[in-house]
């Protein structure tokens, strides 16, 4: 039977896990913000509606598009100064410039344009290998820096707020 201490000690540990995972850490946002955008994806291909499809597109573009401004304006700024691959980072904003272009097609076609879901596939794809990036390699590189993953995060949530952009994280 464990000891009165060693249950203090495991409460203790849960509530510092708890606080922790309540803390606006800035990668663990950005994942949370990629996994929404995959489940969104996911429900575009199960849609029939073109008016549900017509609305899921405009989510998808507005929650990337939310995304989007957070990493370059806050978080890529950061991690272009802590660690030393200018050409990783010089890709991720070139990916962006081109899922902007895709989300502004969308954004422009409607749902019955023959187009429209191969727009929408080719940006989820698009945005799949970009994920793959930043979380296989960038984020990686970004965790052995010296960067404040708690500031950027309330920085983000402070840019959100300003914005009108929901706070969807577990905070």
């Known amino acids: 039977m464990p000891t009165s201490s060693s249950k203090r000690s495991k409460s203790a540990t849960s509530r510092s896990s708890s606080r922790r995972s309540r803390e606006p850490d800035a990668i663990r946002m950005l994942k949370e913000d990629h996994e929404r955008v995959e489940s969104l994806f996911e429900e575009f291909e199960k849609c029939e ?4 499809k017509h609305e899921l597109a405009t989510r998808i573009c507005e929650e990337l598009r939310t995304h989007a401004r957070l990493e370059e304006t806050i978080v890529y700024p950061a991690l272009r100064e802590a660690i030393d691959d200018e050409e990783m980072m010089n890709e991720a904003l070139v990916e962006h410039e081109t899922a902007k ?3 502004a097609k969308i954004e422009r076609a409607e ?3 023959e187009r429209f879901d191969a727009l929408v596939k080719v ?7 970009h994920v793959k990036e930043e979380e296989g390699e960038m984020f990686k590189q970004a ?3 010296d960067v404040d993953f ?3 995060g309330e920085r983000m949530l402070e ?3 300003a914005n009108g952009g929901e706070t969807r994280h577990d905070d």
Do not use: F, I, N, T
């Open 49 to 52: 509606s073109s008016r549900e």
């Open 101 to 103: 272009d895709l989300m």
């Open 111 to 113: 749902p019955s344009d």
């Open 123 to 129: 940006l989820s794809e698009y945005v799949k290998h």
């Open 143 to 145: 965790r052995k820096s």
């Open 150 to 152: 708690d500031a950027l």
């Open 159 to 161: 840019l959100k707020g």
